[in-house]
């Protein structure tokens, strides 16, 4: 899993630093495009580590987020898609700063566990 997790920072923080920079190029005309390329792939990382059980504990910061994030999808076709819309980048830069605490976490597990 800490390959994954490596892979899933890597990912997410490309998918956000390379759409803010498109998108501030050409004046956000790619901006419905970055949400689906970047939401699909967290909507599937999420997945994996739902399925894994990776840091999914309950009430911890992932477990909360699965769930926000869970039921902002199935609350899109009554109106929370304009909500989305707002909150998609923010919600998109948080993940990535996630997936890199949970990382430095993973880190300094060993450490910790000799203590």
């Given at each position: ?24 190029r050409n004046d ?35 477990y909360i987020y ?38 430095s976490k993973m ?9």
């Amino acid at each position: 899993m800490k390959r994954f997790k490596w892979i899933d920072f890597f990912i997410s923080s490309s998918l956000v630093l390379g759409y803010t920079v498109v998108n501030i190029r050409n004046d956000g005309r790619s901006l419905l495009e970055a949400y689906l390329v970047t939401g699909s792939w967290q909507v599937l990382s999420m997945i994996v580590h739902a399925i894994e059980k990776c840091f999914t504990h309950k009430w911890g910061i992932r477990y909360i987020y699965h769930w926000i994030s869970f039921i902002a999808i199935v609350t899109m076709p009554l109106g929370s898609i304009w909500f989305l819309l707002f909150t998609a980048p923010f919600m998109a830069f948080f993940y990535t700063m996630l997936c890199l605490h949970e990382l430095s976490k993973m880190a300094s597990r060993p450490l910790a566990v000799l203590k």
